[in-house]
């Protein structure tokens, strides 16, 4: 390992930036002459637009324009697109309604875009916005699966009846009704996922730019995925060509999956700066964000484990209605259904799984990825059901695990629910976090715990992700309309410094140092000559962006792709230089050298006879050491690991404390240990949020989101929250070079989970059976009085 | 209406023309170009835009810019020591208190403050203290060990 190599964890190159205030995000560019764009959105979850009167807001000084969904229909501006397409059982296409940036004739939910203002002051378009006079028929409203999916459910749209988008299975029926017809004991559970509003800290931001000299547009937001954006935007929405389109990411506040989806503020941005020929900024409120976000889960779930009599697990049944909002967002489809379902064997062998989802409109914002994106739901369903299976079988519910554990020598392991997963060690994570945890003590903390009158649980949960969703051609096959390969380009400059170019997009996972820590370790450059290039559609070469833990099991594969062909050329070079064979060059600590001799040239005199090529094989060979490597994985990576949670409880106020957490996760070949410790605590902190405090609410009989701000939306504080112990135990990823999986989501994946087992374990000698997310005081206290009579 | 204000910033004097309801925190981003103070909310919960008045954390989302006229401003870009940096940032960075950033400026402007009425606060107290920042990314753990670290650099 070299100083900044692989494995070493260095601090970032990315931060002095951001400690000292010179971070550039979106909201932080002004472009000369812009505009102020205000959204007007609709205050009801539906209803019929009859007219929109807006001189009064024309009228007052500074106000440019105001423009409606006509104005955009007018211009022939197509609707956003979805990006995956789900076959029902019966192989028919899911419906899938337009979506326009601006809603023309009808609004679907709390926040749906119905026009904008555009005017020289953020203050005036404010102002402006509130003279905007729409006419609204209000229409009734289903907001949640419940009321969506009663009998004669107001409907969301007219061609999806009983608002069913899709009804689509995975596994097999036959098999899992044949497992179930021979157990000795069925276990089953009722789960509500809670709906979530990503919060990055970040709000959303646009500037849209024309340039009517070259007709080329720009634009500036806040994406995870700018050449994402620029396809969808620029083929379906607006019709710009690639080539007169730019989308420049800059650094981004935090996404957790919020950030993938293309929005319609980014049309409206880039539309209006063309009919108005000036640039249009829009940045959200904290309150816009709240009610235009794509927001997460949102599963209602019915499920049921056969067992044998020894606590084998013998099928899977799952029933499962995903709540998808009012219109299809950009991978909305793909959440509830193959990064869900594919995942319900979690860690075990399950044989037989069969699950059903239904995904469902509402009048609510759309539905989409956040942190985990469909695994977290599946993770939280499959550990709920194990433990409860546990307790009634009497097994404890390490043990039941252990004995469903996939072995270690299991790999590859075809599941029943499509996904092969390539390597893993869940008994050595499990022992890990186990000792970590010093479980063995528990029982005498719980003992110290009833002394003090409270009540102490234990719980775990032994997870499974997927991450870095390949190959594209089978996703493809699944529904996928996108390729899932990443770019990378190693652009090495003529003195030797090196720059790198890569499709992934960082918003706080340090791809800067990660990816420079790969370059050194290969190439023996200086870890300070090295720069990391994201985000920058005019810059990168096309790249899919960041999401789904794939950056460096994707975008960090494609880099060590480039970087074999610049090792390869340098060879080339290099033997010329020094008058040897190319085979017999090789590459030792940044020199290229002839093997078993003295004779050596540095990376840096390859570097420049490349670009200075007076002594150089040009018959032979281009001038020039720039590679890029495109890189489409064999199949997704699986990280998988074990939390384990204590909690303490007051029974007299239903506080729930958590005392310990410990983690032991198998990420593979890990690049920055430091990172991917932060990476872990940031994942444990949201999906203790989704236990413990979050959730979305909408007032049913309104339809108004009642947790639209912070003041009601309970997001975790410093002081909710105790040190995690984290550790690793790795086994290496058997289908890409470095043996890396990644390591985003798996916080949020596992500790759901394990934080609501300890919770019902801790109150289960009492007789409380289940507990609903989030474990709130106010639920605890009640579940404890329902049983205390 | 607008109104000259006036004040100094990070040790400069500074003025702009302002309507009379105009934050404090849009004078100093859109007005006077320092863009290191964030805004993430709207309901003065989220501490993106937390910076110094007279000596002590505000958020500047919740003062009106002619709240601030002949007041000592201080954000995030006049944390450095005369090109330095000072020893929160650098413990921010050494202990990898910062993911993505936004909220980073708001925290080190606030527990500043901190140190500065309790030169050794305890994890509790720091806890404690950041009731009034958000961080979506860091889960908190590395913002209190570096606040800690920070807090002894400069004690030292």
Sequence with gaps: MTENGIGAAVRRKEDHRFITGQGQYTDDINRPNQLYAQIIRSPLPHARIRGIEFKAALDMPGVVAVLTGRDMADDGVGGLPCGWGINNKDGSPMTEPGHPPLAADTVRYVGDQVAVVLADKRSIARDAAERVDVDYEELPAATSLSAASAEAAPAVWEDAPDNVCFDWEIGDAAATDKAFASAAHVSSIDIVNSRLIPNAIEPRAAIGEYDSGRDEYTLYTTSQNPHVIRMLMGAFVLNIPEHKLRIIAPDVGGGFGSKICHYAEEAIVTWASKRVNRPVKWTADRSESFMSDAHGRDHISHA???????????????????????????????????????????????????????????????VDSYRGAGRPEACYLLERLVDR??????????????????????????????????????????????????????????????????????GLSTYIEACGIAPSNVAG??????????????????????????????????????????????????????????????????????YGSRSLAVGGMALMAALEKIKTKSRKIAAHLLEASEDDVEFVDGQLRVAGTDRAVSFGDVALAAYVPHNYPLDVLEPGLDETAFYDPKNFTFPAGCHICEVEIDPDTGVVEIDRFTAADDFGRIINPMIVEGQVHGGLTQGIGQALYEQCVYDDDSGQLLT????????????????FEVTTNTTLCAHNVLGVKGCGEAGTIGSTPAVINAVVDALSDLGVKDMPIPATPERVWQAIRAVSG | ????????????????????????????????????????????QCGACVIHVDGRSVKSCTMLAVQAEGADVGTIEGVALNGNLHPMHEAFREHHGLHCGFCTPGMIMSVLDLVQQNPDPS?????????????????????VRAVRAGAQAMRS
């Excluded at chain 1, 050595?428 to 009833?450: P, Q, T, V």
């Excluded at chain 1, 340090?510 to 200086?526: I, K, N, R, S």
């Excluded at chain 1, 639209?708 to 040190?723: E, F, I, R, T, V």
């Design chain 2, 123 to 143: 994890e509790k107290e720091i806890r404690e203290w950041l009731e009034g920042n958000f961080c979506r990314c860091t889960g908190y753990q590395n913002i």
């Design chain 2, 1 to 44: 209406m607008s109104i000259t204000v006036s004040f100094t910033l990070n040790g400069e004097s500074v003025s702009a023309e302002v309507d009379n309801h105009t934050l404090l925190v849009d004078m100093i981003r859109d007005q006077l170009g320092r863009t290191g103070t964030h805004v993430g909310c709207d309901t003065s």
């Design chain 1, 389 to 458: 299976a546990a307790r009634e079988t009497g097994i404890d519910p390490i043990e039941i695990r252990r004995r469903n554990f996939i072995p270690q020598d299991g790999f590859p392991y075809q599941t029943p629910v499509a996904l092969e997963y390539d390597s893993g060690d869940y008994h050595a994570c499990l022992d890990k976090c186990l000792e970590l945890a010093d479980y063995k003590g528990f029982e005498k903390r719980r003992a110290e715990s009833a002394e003090r009158g409270k009540l102490r649980g234990v």
């Design chain 1, 708 to 723: 639209g701000s912070y003041m009601d939306y309970c997001m975790p504080k410093a002081d909710n929250l105790p040190n």
């Design chain 1, 477 to 546: 096959a699944l529904g996928a309309r996108a390729g899932l390969y990443e770019s990378g380009t190693i652009r090495v400059n003529p003195t030797g410094s090196v720059t790198v170019l890569t499709g992934s997009h960082s918003h706080g996972q340090g791809h800067e140092t990660t990816f420079a820590q790969l370059v050194t370790e290969a190439l023996g450059v200086d870890f300070d000559s090295i720069e990391v290039v994201h985000g920058d559609t005019g810059k990168i070469p096309f790249g899919m962006g960041t």
């Design chain 1, 304 to 366: 049921e484990l056969a067992l044998s009599k020894d606590g084998d697990f013998l099928g899977l049944r799952v029933q499962t209605r995903a709540n998808l909002g009012a219109y299809l967002s950009t991978f909305g489809p793909a959440v509830p259904t193959y990064l869900y379902a594919t995942l319900l064997a979690g860690t075990y062998k399950t044989p037989a799984i069969y699950c059903e989802v239904k995904g469902m409109f509402t009048h609510s914002v759309p």
